[in-house]
Nanobody, 129 residues
Framework: QLQVVESGGGSVLAGGSLRLSCAASGYTHSTYSMGWFRQVPGKEREGVAAIDSVGSVKYADSVKGRCTVSLDNSKKTLYLQMNNLNPDDTAMYYC???????????????????????WGQGTQVTVSS
């Protein structure tokens, strides 16, 4: 059974940094993508950053230049380094996994949440001014 577990959230002051981690297990697919999404109560979930198993990356405009997503394929672990955080980054952050049968669609729709079938429970990030 595929499992997704996030960690690394917390409370920081504006301008601070956090590193989120996401460990996925229970699958052997070599073609997949993993992404970070966030949601604030009352608002739609939005894609933050994602990467696929061949290294294609996609960032939301709101985090470009402040966040770096990386993937350790051997550990199936996803990371999100977030710098210069601001209160607008406050949200529950979710990690998601998308398994692909082949490379045909690899790299497409990385930040579309409906493309992801497996989700973690989320980790809270709170940024105060």
């Amino acid at each position: 059974q595929l499992q997704v577990v996030e960690s690394g959230g917390g409370s920081v002051l504006a301008g601070g940094s956090l590193r989120l981690s996401c460990a996925a297990s229970g699958y052997t697919h070599s073609t997949y993508s993993m992404g970070w999404f966030r949601q604030v109560p009352g608002k739609e979930r939005e894609g933050v950053a994602a990467i696929d198993s061949v290294g294609s990356v996609k960032y939301a405009d709101s985090v470009k230049g402040r966040c770096t997503v990386s993937l350790d394929n051997s550990k199936k672990t996803l990371y999100l380094q977030m710098n210069n955080l601001n209160p607008d980054d406050t949200a529950m952050y979710y990690c998601a996994v998308r398994l692909l049968a082949d490379r045909t669609t690899l790299g497409f729709g990385l930040l579309i949440d409906n493309n992801y079938a497996f989700w973690g429970q989320g980790t809270q990030v709170t940024v105060s001014s």
